[in-house]
């Protein structure tokens, strides 16, 4: 979107990785979003960056994307005033580094034009080091990551507008590398070809609306039960059972919990909560609407332009 006074407005939303069993592989865009407010001033090299709701802790994402991309294509950087704001909290397990690393990329795109739709997923899953959150970031919608030499492939998927994502984000940080520090190096071919059979039987069960399968789609082997040593309240929701309740999982690596239903959000949310008010654990609970799979549309751009696009990162001008 460009304002009135000439600025950018770039926004790239969060999202809900793994899915159960569908580790590295499945993701799900949600309507939290990071918002780049973006003024071109004069001069040349200096990226301005303000962070309007949320203090930076550690790398600055952004940033790095975009000079990552930069060199790559041997583009001059420019002087850039960049006010961020952000709905996603960091380190909860709901996309914020993948949402920074596109949002760098899109920052990008919006002063040097339209970068090809395979080249910012194979540049965005080499920064970010795992293809799931940023295949839903750059794409919105539900989406399938497969890595091969030297690139990344994605196929869209529908999220079914009735299937409501609970979300609830304890207030306590984890960083994804903690996380997957704990998971183990080997696993064994049963537990393998466990997985295998439950990403497919997901996929289908959200595909033809037959969530009765979902509480036995979403059981892992390779990530959940390793987690859970570390991550507050997972093992107990992994273990709840109502009649509106149709499955839980771990968004991402965490701590962030997923509850999936239909009707009676309240009770779930409250079959939640009851979790980490027990434990005496601060806590947000949400309920997330997917942001929808918008195809290859294309960031704004710095320059005039005088018609609309609706992009992943919102509309632009």
């Given at each position: ?9 770039l ?28 003024r ?25 994307a975009?000079?990552?991309?930069a ?57 970010e ?11 919105g ?20 507008e ?9 207030e ?17 071919r ?30 892992d ?18 273990e ?9 999982c ?64 919102g509309?632009?001008?």
């Amino acid at each position: 979107m460009r304002t009135p006074e000439g600025e950018v407005v770039l926004r790239v939303p969060g999202s809900i990785a793994n899915l159960g069993p569908g580790f590295d592989t499945l993701a799900v865009a949600v309507q939290l979003y990071l918002t780049l407010h973006v003024r071109l001033t004069p001069g040349a090299g200096e990226l301005r960056f303000e962070f309007v709701n949320q203090k930076l802790d550690g790398e600055n994402y952004i940033d790095r994307a975009f000079r990552f991309i930069a060199a790559r294509h041997q583009f001059p950087i420019p002087s850039l005033d960049v006010k961020v704001e952000s709905d996603i909290p960091m380190k909860g397990g709901l996309g914020s580094s993948a949402a920074a690393t596109v949002a760098g990329l899109r920052l990008f795109e919006a002063v040097a034009g339209p970068v090809d739709e395979q080249e910012l997923l194979t540049t965005a899953c080499e920064l970010e080091g795992h293809p799931d959150n940023i295949a839903a970031a750059l794409l919105g919608g539900l989406t399938v990551s497969c890595e091969v030499p030297g690139a990344l492939r994605v196929l869209r998927a529908i999220w079914p507008e009735s299937l409501a994502i609970v979300v609830v984000t304890p207030e306590q940080h984890l960083a994804t590398k903690a996380s997957r520090a704990v998971l183990p190096e080997m696993i064994s071919r049963a537990d393998a070809i466990f997985n295998v059979q439950r990403v497919a039987f997901l996929l289908e069960a959200l595909r033809t609306a037959d969530f009765a399968l979902l509480r036995e789609a979403l059981e892992d082997r390779l990530h959940q039960p390793y987690r859970a040593a570390i991550v507050p309240g997972l093992k107990e929701a992994l273990e709840l059972r109502h009649p509106s309740l149709l499955g839980v999982c771990l968004s991402g690596a965490g701590p962030s919990v997923v509850a999936l239903a239909q009707q009676n959000l309240d009770e779930v949310s409250a079959l939640l909560e009851d979790i980490y008010i027990r434990k005496s654990i601060a806590y947000r609970i949400q309920t997330l609407q997917v942001h929808p799979t918008n195809g290859a549309a294309k960031s704004p751009t710095l320059a005039a332009r005088s018609h609309c696009v609706e992009t992943s990162s919102g509309w632009s001008r």
